[in-house]
């Protein structure tokens, strides 16, 4: 076999600069302004929602879960050395009075003039009965004779629990009392659970303010509306110590009998300046309620609590409404932004758990870290977040669906539909700049083309068309990705922008098939005015650059090197060698054993 010497170009290594993507500005403002609107519309309807009475209750009782969950992971603040302390009817005070006097519940009210006058001799500063005396004593008149009298002898400010009626009066109160004391209603709050206190309805007080009032003391807190409650603690801590120092009934009650006893357990200077609370703790007497911070908790302990706060003006101080509506159109705005601004979902997702989860350790950190607690409400704020993300992720949605779009229908004109819609899925196979990659590059080229457009003149662009037309057809349809169009000629490469790692076979097919289909059209083309048409083709596989070429101005997405410029010259050697399809020794070694090749020269 003879050798043919072809002419040896040498032909420099070209590297593919990566070159900058030229910014959307126009996208990018719609972007901004798309984080803007969105953000501050969530946020609106967020404020709008919560003022709103039908969904206001919907927002207090979210916000109720949170408080309550921030309570329970507040630490104890014992109040056991505070000016406040109880006399409590517990459990081993109804089986003390019971076993030594033979008694049960109720008490004679004898017992209860005795604590006081106890209470009085001891220097409390005033004592105050969680209890409703608005039925006679079960041991008769007599009993609430002498209860009057002893309480009428005494000196230490006295203060009574007593209902209140329907159209806001007292409500019976059987003993009578003719030296003034005070009064104070117990039923404080309108909630099944006690997160807030009302220290006055209209003219008339609560227990605490009226023990307040009674010892002679200024409350540091307004009692002209509601405060939330600042619960130092639950009943009882882990290590089953009250929270408020509270002392047996029945130890009191020995101590005031025989008050030099070594086993009563009480002594004088436990109460002394004291404001004293006297009242049920025994689950028996019904007198339990439901706190943020404890399930189970005794009224006479909410009194207590309450009465510390206005000592001290502990309450829970809650932010204004105006810091919730900038923390929700704060939560909101940074929650659009990242769901519109971040392309991956797993990262629009994460933003959005951060935002929500910084609002709720923000409001938390607030609740629990100093003495005085802030309480910033993040039910309405994580509604505004949750809005924006719902906001952002359609816009998003709808834009990137538009976009992803429009460049399936770019690519569908130069890619496989394939191709195209894996790239559609992943754009970011589209990189800017060049990587080297093995691919199969393939030339095609019309035999006689410029005899042939002398002699159509004007005719020659429709038959050219068809002609193109069809033999793309050919090459998409084995995922060619075509590169572009010169004259008659097709330049089309496999293995990018997707990977093929039959790339050498899918070329050899693409020739094949556009050599079977340009006999299939001979009638049509020679009716259009190109008679006896033949197709010469290149294919060369090596190692090549593909990228994005070109200038701010123009991007080309192409193929360049050594390996792309050989099938450049293998296609017009055709001509010389007499033949139509020429691939090189790469291809033939990548392609397989499915094609019959011929060696033709080296």
Same mark, same amino acid.
């Given at each position: 076999?003879?050798?043919?010497? @072809?002419?040896?170009?040498?032909?420099?290594?070209?590297?593919?600069?990566? @070159?900058?993507?030229?910014?959307?500005? &126009?996208?990018?403002?719609?972007?901004?302004?798309?984080?803007?609107?969105?953000?501050?519309?969530?946020?609106?309807?967020?404020?709008?929602?919560?003022?709103? /009475?039908?969904?206001?209750?919907?927002?207090?009782?979210?916000?109720?879960?949170?408080?309550?969950?921030?309570?329970?992971?507040?630490?104890?603040?014992?109040?056991?050395?505070?000016?406040?302390?109880?006399?409590?009817?517990?459990?081993?005070?109804?089986?003390?009075?019971?076993?030594?006097?033979?008694?049960?519940?109720?008490?004679?009210?004898? $017992?209860?003039?005795?604590?006081?006058?106890?209470?009085?001799?001891?220097?409390?500063?005033?004592?105050?009965?969680?209890?409703?005396?608005?039925?006679?004593?079960?041991?008769?008149?007599?009993?609430?004779?002498?209860? #009057?009298?002893?309480?009428?002898?005494?000196?230490?400010?006295?203060?009574?629990?007593?209902? &209140?009626?329907?159209?806001?009066?007292?409500?019976?109160?059987?003993?009578?009392?003719?030296?003034?004391?005070?009064?104070?209603?117990?039923?404080?709050?309108?909630?099944?659970?006690?997160?807030?206190?009302?220290?006055?309805?209209?003219?008339?007080? #609560?227990?605490?303010?009226?023990?307040?009032?009674?010892?002679?003391?200024?409350?540091?807190?307004?009692?002209?509306?509601?405060?939330?409650?600042?619960?130092?603690?639950?009943?009882?801590? /882990?290590?089953?110590?009250?929270?408020?120092?509270?002392?047996?009934?029945?130890?009191?009650? $020995?101590?005031?009998?025989?008050?030099?006893?070594?086993?009563?357990?009480?002594?004088?200077?436990?109460?002394?300046?004291?404001?004293?609370?006297?009242?049920?703790?025994?689950?028996?007497?019904?007198?339990?309620?439901?706190?943020?911070?404890? /399930?189970?908790?005794?009224?006479?302990?909410?009194?207590?609590?309450?009465?510390? =706060?206005?000592?001290?003006?502990?309450?829970?101080?809650?932010?204004?409404?105006?810091?919730?509506?900038?923390?929700?159109?704060?939560?909101?705005?940074?929650?659009?932004?990242?769901?519109?601004?971040?392309?991956?979902?797993?990262?629009?997702?994460?933003?959005?758990?951060?935002?929500?989860?910084? &609002?709720?350790?923000?409001?938390?950190?607030?609740?629990?870290?100093?003495?005085?607690?802030?309480?910033?409400?993040?039910?309405?704020?994580?509604?505004?977040?949750? &809005?924006?993300?719902?906001?952002?992720?359609?816009?998003?949605?709808?834009?990137?669906?538009?976009?992803?779009?429009?460049?399936?229908?770019?690519?569908?004109?130069?890619?496989?539909?394939?191709?195209?819609?894996?790239?559609?899925?992943?754009?970011?196979?589209?990189?800017?700049?060049?990587?080297? @990659?093995?691919?199969?590059?393939?030339?095609?080229?019309?035999?006689?083309?410029? #005899?042939?457009?002398?002699?159509?003149?004007?005719?020659?662009?429709?038959?050219?068309?068809?002609?193109?037309?069809?033999?793309?057809?050919?090459?998409?349809?084995?995922?060619?990705?075509?590169?572009?169009?010169?004259?008659?000629?097709?330049?089309?490469?496999? =293995?990018?922008?997707?990977?093929?790692?039959?790339?050498?076979?899918?070329?050899?097919?693409?020739?094949?098939?556009?050599?079977?289909?340009?006999?299939?059209?001979?009638?049509?083309?020679?009716?259009?005015?190109?008679?006896?048409?033949?197709?010469?083709?290149?294919?060369? #596989?090596? /190692?090549?650059?593909?990228?994005?070429?070109?200038?701010?101005?123009?991007?080309?997405?192409?193929?360049?090197?050594? $390996?792309?410029?050989?099938?450049?010259?293998?296609?017009?050697? =055709?001509?010389?060698?007499?033949?139509?399809?020429?691939?090189?020794?790469?291809?033939?070694?990548?392609?397989?054993?499915?094609?019959?090749?011929?060696?033709?020269?080296?």
């Amino acid at each position: 076999m003879a050798k043919i010497a @072809l002419p040896r170009i040498s032909i420099p290594k070209l590297v593919v600069p990566r @070159l900058p993507v030229p910014k959307l500005q &126009l996208q990018s403002a719609q972007r901004r302004l798309a984080v803007v609107v969105i953000g501050l519309t969530a946020a609106i309807v967020a404020i709008l929602t919560d003022q709103a /009475p039908i969904t206001r209750e919907a927002f207090l009782r979210a916000d109720h879960v949170f408080y309550d969950w921030f309570y329970t992971h507040r630490p104890i603040v014992s109040q056991r050395d505070s000016d406040v302390t109880i006399v409590a009817v517990d459990r081993r005070s109804l089986d003390d009075v019971e076993r030594a006097l033979q008694v049960g519940w109720p008490w004679g009210r004898s $017992a209860w003039s005795r604590i006081a006058t106890y209470l009085q001799h001891a220097g409390a500063r005033a004592v105050a009965f969680d209890m409703t005396f608005s039925r006679s004593s079960a041991r008769g008149p007599e009993d609430d004779e002498l209860f #009057s009298e002893e309480l009428d002898s005494l000196t230490i400010p006295v203060a009574f629990a007593r209902e &209140l009626t329907e159209d806001g009066e007292w409500g019976p109160f059987k003993p009578t009392l003719r030296r003034p004391h005070e009064f104070g209603y117990v039923d404080v709050t309108s909630e099944k659970v006690y997160r807030d206190y009302i220290p006055r309805r209209g003219d008339k007080l #609560s227990l605490a303010a009226a023990t307040l009032r009674a010892a002679g003391i200024e409350p540091r807190l307004p009692l002209d509306r509601p405060f939330l409650l600042h619960f130092y603690g639950p009943h009882r801590d /882990p290590d089953n110590q009250p929270t408020f120092a509270a002392w047996s009934a029945s130890h009191v009650l $020995a101590a005031a009998d025989d008050p030099d006893s070594p086993n009563v357990g009480v002594r004088p200077e436990y109460f002394r300046g004291k404001l004293v609370i006297v009242g049920a703790v025994a689950a028996t007497l019904q007198d339990i309620k439901s706190v943020p911070n404890s /399930p189970r908790m005794p009224g006479v302990e909410i009194q207590a609590t309450a009465l510390a =706060n206005l000592l001290y003006g502990d309450a829970v101080r809650a932010m204004p409404p105006g810091t919730a509506s900038v923390v929700a159109l704060a939560g909101a705005l940074v929650a659009a932004a990242g769901t519109i601004g971040l392309r991956s979902a797993t990262l629009k997702f994460i933003t959005i758990v951060l935002v929500c989860a910084g &609002l709720i350790a923000g409001s938390f950190l607030l609740f629990r870290l100093a003495h005085t607690i802030f309480w910033l409400p993040p039910a309405m704020p994580l509604f505004a977040v949750a &809005l924006a993300a719902v906001g952002g992720i359609t816009w998003s949605y709808f834009l990137e669906d538009r976009q992803a779009r429009m460049l399936l229908k770019a690519l569908e004109t130069c890619l496989s539909p394939s191709v195209a819609a894996e790239l559609a899925r992943n754009p970011r196979k589209l990189a800017v700049g060049g990587q080297q @990659l093995d691919m199969t590059v393939m030339f095609t080229d019309l035999a006689g083309f410029t #005899s042939l457009t002398e002699e159509l003149k004007e005719r020659i662009e429709p038959a050219l068309n068809f002609y193109l037309g069809e033999m793309t057809e050919q090459i998409l349809r084995l995922n060619g990705t075509l590169d572009k169009y010169i004259g008659d000629a097709i330049m089309t490469f496999w =293995n990018a922008p997707v990977d093929q790692p039959e790339h050498a076979r899918h070329a050899c097919e693409a020739a094949l098939a556009i050599q079977r289909r340009e006999r299939e059209l001979r009638q049509p083309l020679a009716e259009l005015g190109m008679r006896d048409t033949v197709t010469r083709i290149g294919i060369n #596989s090596g /190692p090549m650059f593909v990228g994005f070429t070109g200038s701010h101005r123009k991007l080309n997405y192409t193929v360049i090197g050594d $390996a792309v410029n050989l099938a450049a010259r293998l296609e017009p050697a =055709n001509k010389l060698y007499g033949t139509q399809i020429l691939v090189s020794e790469n291809t033939r070694q990548r392609a397989g054993s499915a094609f019959l090749f011929r060696p033709i020269d080296v």
